[in-house]
């Protein structure tokens, strides 16, 4: 026997000593996972507990036979035929297994094949499964983490294992990879296990115990490291800071596995079987019995307890003593059962060990409070979070803050996943950030037919569709089913029916968007600009578009009440007055709210009032120009970037009108700042701007590539060239053009080459070049454009009237067959007119030819109230007041919206026969030629005499000073002023007026053509 065990341990040595190259090998690999780095100690405690626990002799077991062959065939495939450290490995653990359990303990009642356990550890999960569970644990503690934050007020994102505060990321799988304790901890946990020779089920307890430690510490971990960056902005991350608090957490969870170690020994530590009277004196306790087999290693007896208590073998143990266990038929009799357990309860309770319960108190604080505190936190509803989350989000939308924005939000939508705002917000933030492909799973879901369809999501998706560059650009017909969705959905949705309005009125479809805001009117009184402005396109009547407008002012003025610094308010209430007609209420409104620097929207609304304003005044009539000016100054006061005004100032140099280039400079450096992204039309119009501030150069330098793309923007260069001073390359570029018409013969640019050098002539002074190249093109006249037929007579007539205004210099009364030879081309007439009229009312044989012209065009009847205006208008400065009048009530019967006929009349009325009848119209006319000219200084002046006429001094004097400040050189002002003075006892001042007067009519009779 004893040379069989001899050689069973010798080839038992030899098998180990096979393990060892490719074990070797398996080590070397296991050292770089960090979560492994605890094998050396593992494998030295087996050893050290082998060798110290170890009885004298050695067994040989029946089971262990076949262990020893299976782990022979492991460590053979493992080295020759797949190459796998780790089946080597596996058998190396048996192996273990198979020498501890042929030793027994030297002092329990038990092998030592336990200690396989501490091996086995070291042997990694197969398929990489250790790094599911660390992973997995991973999750689970940046979940816990995550809410552990949120209920203490640490706003932050999570996502995935990455836990993100505002400009900071922790990533749990490395910079909180404290997960990686969960192997050191279940090493501990086998260790205490081992060295107290815990029984099976009391292991496994510390061992679960052991993984919930390590998860509940990782747990503390994260959220210290991220309480330390949210509130004092510490890193504790990575470097040395990062391993203290890590082995900090590792000592409190192997304190706390050797707690829970404790309480199962408190609740499982063996019970005494005391004998007692009755069943107890004859039986032993079988739930005793059972207990203490279950939970109880037994201890060896020495020699000596043996000796005293005469046994010989130490399995006798249990049969010593008179008490035997109970027979069958006793386990079937309730008073027997009854028995066993009162005896079981008492000795379990009386045999407990009070300083266990010590020891086990941090597991009953941090092991099932934390537990039940995670239980809590999984599943309360946390609506404070969710509040403390939305006030946050207003916090960074005030801001401006885009990544608190994206955070907080992404956050409540985890906090909320089927809340529907949070998820349209979501997609919002998401746009703005430019992650559209983020974005559009989210709309979709808010979009499509689902249990969290959302109607503000079909109006989002709408209204950026229709923006100038869209996320999700859609079709006409998906934008109008998406905002049909969204009013199905939620009838009472205004805002997208007031979408809704706005696309069905851009395909033409008024009368179903008038219906659709007509719906909501009622209860959203903020939609009545729009139906006032629906009502006024499709011809309703003034007093339901009025009734709109007034209720839309009426709202908007009690929204400035409750916030006067609230712009769109503001803005809509200035455009609802405006078309109640109430201009200077609607200025009065913006001006309100423009006073404060923090709304430059209202800035801008008024700049754009006013630039609006002004090219109306000047459709209504070219005399508003003057007021058009001032107007296009303060919008460029105002808001610099107002491209609409810089436009008009530049249809403003055409009526000879210049604005201020003070007030043009800003503006056009702002326009020239985005000289790389302008398109055409805007790139003309910075080099028109900066011609009209006096930076010509700069203007040239920008225009040839205008040029080359707009051929007739040639006209432009000559204009400029001339501007600035430099008349020989004016002139090489007009001699350039007018041989350019060779090459284009016989082309389809032929005709508007020819009419570019015929223009372009005419600003170098050479009409008569002009007009030759216009008799060249009027000899095929039959097979020019619309267009070039317009053009050339426009041509023609200009260019005569400035051959006979040349004429006139030298022989003033002559060329009237010049103004002849324009009135044929039907071009210019108004000017052609103009200067008919006035030779008509000279002395000398041209004036009946003249007169006879007009005769001639009088009788074809096309401008025949412009002819009389005319011809009136002369008559009064010729001081033929009865003329006058005749002729120009014949223009108001024709014309009654004419502000010169208007005002020319009221002057003609007030000037001739005096009566009452005739001042109280005068008065009326002058008030609608105000209307249509506002505040024109020269109609002002004829208020003022109808003043005068009725003898109201004092408003009579108020009009002629408010005239003088436009008109400082008006002869008729100061004449009349002196009036006034008189009138009210103002003698010196009225001498003075006059003295003034006089003054200014010589310096005027000294002026030729005055």
């Known amino acids: 026997m004893k040379d069989k065990l001899t050689i069973y341990s010798g080839l038992l040595a030899l098998l180990g000593l096979l393990h060892l190259p490719l074990l070797w090998e398996y080590y070397q690999r296991l050292w770089q996972q960090e979560h492994y780095q605890f094998f050396p100690f593992a494998l030295g405690a087996f050893v050290w507990f082998l060798w110290t626990r170890r009885s004298d002799g050695f067994q040989i077991r029946p089971l262990t036979i076949g262990l020893v062959a299976l782990d022979l065939v492991l460590v053979l495939n493992g080295m020759f035929l797949l190459h796998s450290p780790w089946l080597v490995c596996l058998g190396f653990v048996i192996w273990c297994y198979v020498v501890a359990s042929g030793f027994e303990d030297r002092e329990f009642d038990l092998t030592l094949g336990y200690l396989a356990i501490l091996p086995l550890l070291t042997l990694r999960l197969p398929l990489a499964w250790d790094i599911n569970v ?368 706005v696309v069905l009125a851009s395909r033409g479809q008024l009368l179903p968007a008038e219906r659709h805001l007509m719906d909501v009117v009622e209860q959203h009184p903020e939609v009545a600009l729009e139906l006032a402005r629906l009502k006024a396109r499709l011809g309703r009547p003034k007093e339901s578009v009025d009734q709109m407008a007034q209720a839309a002012a009426d709202y908007c003025l009690e929204q400035i009440k409750k916030n006067p610094r609230d712009a769109s308010a503001r803005i809509q209430r200035s455009e609802a007055l405006v078309i109640l007609g109430q201009i200077e209420a609607a200025e009065q409104n913006l001006v309100e709210g423009a006073g404060d620097e923090r709304t430059p929207a209202v800035n801008g609304a008024l700049s754009r009032f006013y630039a609006d304003l002004a090219s109306k005044r000047l459709q209504d009539s070219a005399l508003n120009r003057e007021l058009a000016k001032r107007l296009i100054e303060q919008a460029l006061y105002r808001a610099p970037d107002n491209r609409r005004a810089l436009a008009v100032a530049v249809s403003l140099d055409g009526y000879g009108i210049a604005v201020d280039p003070q007030r043009l400079l800003p503006a056009v450096d702002l326009l020239q700042q985005q000289a790389d992204e302008l398109d055409q039309a805007d790139r003309l119009l910075l080099v028109q701007s900066l011609a009209l501030a006096g930076r010509t150069e700069e203007a040239l330098e920008l225009l040839p590539p205008l040029v080359d793309e707009q051929p007739s923007l040639q006209l432009l260069n000559v204009r400029l060239l001339l501007r600035s001073g430099q008349q020989d390359a004016a002139s090489d570029l007009i001699d350039s053009m007018v041989a350019h018409r060779e090459e284009f013969r016989g082309t389809d640019n032929e005709t508007v080459t020819s009419l570019n050098a015929a223009e372009a002539l005419t600003f170098r002074g050479d009409l008569e070049g002009s007009l030759e190249i216009l008799r060249d093109i009027r000899a095929d006249e039959e097979n020019l454009s619309e267009q070039e037929t317009s053009r050339l007579q426009l041509l023609w007539s200009r260019v005569h009237v400035a051959l006979f205004d040349r004429r006139q210099k030298d022989a003033p009364g002559t060329g009237v067959k010049l103004l002849a030879e324009a009135l044929q081309s039907g071009g210019d007439l108004a000017t052609t007119l103009e200067r008919l009229v006035q030779v008509s009312f000279r002395d000398g044989p041209e004036s009946a030819y003249a007169n006879e012209l007009l005769t001639q065009v009088l009788t074809k009847g096309r401008v025949n109230a412009s002819v009389y205006t005319m011809i009136g208008s002369q008559a009064i400065l010729k001081d033929r007041i009865d003329d006058a009048r005749k002729y120009l009530e014949r223009a108001y019967s024709m014309n009654s919206n004419d502000p010169m006929v208007l005002n020319n009349l009221a002057l003609a009325l007030v000037r001739g026969k005096s009566s009452q009848t005739n001042i109280d119209r005068a008065m009326r006319l002058v008030d609608e030629a105000l209307r249509i000219l506002p505040a024109h200084p020269d109609v002002v002046s004829t208020r003022a005499e109808v003043h005068i006429a009725r003898k109201d001094w004092e408003k009579a004097r108020r009009d002629l000073e408010v005239a003088l400040k436009d008109r400082p050189n008006s002869v008729r002002c100061r004449q009349l002023l002196g009036v006034v003075c008189d009138q009210q006892g103002e003698s010196e001042l009225a001498r003075e007026h006059r003295r003034r007067a006089s003054e200014l009519l010589q310096a005027a009779e000294k002026t030729p053509g005055s």
């Open 134 to 501: 660390i992973q997995s644990l991973q999750r689970v503690t940046t979940a816990v983490a995550s809410l552990l934050l949120n209920d203490f007020g640490h706003l932050h994102l999570r996502e995935g294992n990455v836990i993100e505060f505002p400009g900071k990321r922790f990533l749990v799988a490395d910079a909180c990879s404290g997960v990686q304790s969960l192997f050191t901890l279940l090493f501990l946990g086998a260790l205490i296990s081992c060295g107290y020779r815990r029984k099976w089920g009391h292991s496994l307890f510390v061992l679960i115990c052991a993984a919930g430690f390590a998860g509940l510490m990782n747990v503390v971990r994260v959220y210290t490291i991220a309480v330390a960056w949210d509130n004092f902005g510490l890193d504790l991350a990575s470097g040395w800071p990062h391993d203290v608090v890590g082995y900090v957490a590792l000592v409190i969870a192997a304190l706390l596995v050797l707690s829970a170690d404790a309480f199962v020994f408190f609740l499982f530590s063996p019970v005494p079987d005391i004998a007692g009277s009755g069943m107890s004196a004859l039986y032993r306790n079988p739930l005793v019995v059972a207990w203490n087999w279950c939970f109880m290693s037994r201890r060896r007896l020495t020699a000596e307890q043996m000796a005293e208590l005469e046994i010989t073998d130490p399995k006798q143990v249990d049969k010593m003593g008179d008490r035997v266990m109970p027979a069958a038929a006793e386990y079937f009799r309730p008073a027997s059962v009854f028995s066993w357990i009162s005896g079981f309860l008492e000795h379990w309770l009386f045999s407990r060990n009070t300083a266990a319960v010590r020891m086990a108190t941090p597991f009953f604080i941090f092991g099932l409070g934390g537990a039940a505190f995670v239980w809590w936190l999984q599943t309360s509803a946390h609506n404070d979070v969710v509040q403390r989350y939305e006030k946050a989000i207003v916090k960074a939308l005030d801001d401006e803050d885009k990544e608190r924005q994206r955070i907080y939000l992404e956050t409540l939508l985890q906090l909320r996943p089927k809340d529907q705002r949070y998820r349209l917000q979501h997609v919002a933030s998401l746009v703005r950030e430019g992650q559209v492909e983020r974005a559009l799973p989210h709309i979709q879901m808010l979009t499509s037919r689902t249990s969290i369809e959302y109607s503000a999501a079909h109006c989002w998706l709408a209204r950026q569709a229709v923006s100038e560059e869209p996320y999700f650009p859609l079709e006409r017909d998906e934008i109008e089913s998406h905002l049909l969705r969204a009013v199905e959905l939620n009838p009472a949705d205004v805002e997208a029916r007031r979408l809704l309005a």
